[in-house]
């Protein structure tokens, strides 16, 4: 039953790792890694016996508990709001932040800390959802994050989906403002062109025919595409 429930993570895990292997170019096994954002852990620990050490925080205490439940080796777990981390400056090679932003309410002050704790030239795994998306992957309703926020708001009551819409996706122009300190490497149009390669086959299911597409198509839709994957690099 646990790794039913922690499959679709661990295979998020996979496509990070496998992002970050391509990206970053130093020995992973070495890294001292963040992630931002981690839930119940399970990306974190899948990730542990890949790098050297590795942090996981996220503002929910009952998911930070979990996390700790089956912690790895090499993992360790805080409560902490991601606009606020409790490090010292430049204390981590690689910061994960996986749909994570789109949750945040200042994501200035995500941004800010982000780089503050990244070290000189490191590396940051950076996805999440495009504002523009036709359907909208949390409440799965189309449209929705096109919609001002109190029309959102009567959406999502009226279809019985929650009380209010509490995401705050941005455009593709939007996040590269947001990530404007940083040098922005989009492997977006890398997980559509070759999927297996980034062991995102799976995700893809009946739209696998895409893949055929030139690569040159999905540079030109990037800002389009319903999900966005970077690696930002810090600037030394």
């Known amino acids: 039953m646990f790794e039913q429930a922690y499959a679709p993570r661990w295979r998020k895990a996979l496509k990070i790792k496998t992002i970050l292997q391509d990206a970053y170019p130093n020995d992973l096994r070495q890294a001292r890694v963040l992630d931002i954002g981690c839930g119940n ?12 050490t590795i942090v996981g925080t996220d503002i929910d205490g009952t998911l930070i508990a979990e996390a700790y439940a089956h912690a790895a080796p ?67 309703l189309p449209f929705l994050s096109w919609l001002p926020q109190s029309i959102a708001d009567a959406y999502v009551r009226i279809t019985g ?34 999927p297996q390669r ?10 696998h025919i895409l893949t055929r597409l030139p690569f040159a198509f999905w540079r030109f839709m990037a800002p389009f595409l319903p999900n966005f994957n970077w690696v930002l690099v810090k600037q030394s």
Request: proline letters at 6%.
């Open 41 to 52: 852990g399970a990306i974190t620990n899948a990730l542990a016996p890949d790098v050297a």
């Open 74 to 140: 090499n993992a360790t777990f805080l409560q902490s709001d991601g606009a606020a981390l409790p490090f010292a400056d430049e204390q981590f090679d690689i910061v994960i932040c996986a749909q994570v932003y789109e949750h945040a309410h200042d994501r200035p002050a995500l941004v800010r800390e982000i780089e503050r704790v990244l070290r000189p030239g490191g590396y940051c795994f950076f996805s999440g959802p495009n504002k523009l998306a036709v359907l909208e992957e949390h409440y799965w």
């Open 161 to 194: 989906r929650g009380d209010e819409y509490d995401v705050w996706p941005m455009t593709y122009w939007q996040l590269r403002q947001l990530w404007r300190r940083f040098t922005i490497l989009d492997y977006t149009p890398k997980l559509l062109h070759a």
């Open 198 to 207: 980034f062991g995102v086959e799976d995700e893809l299911g009946r739209l």
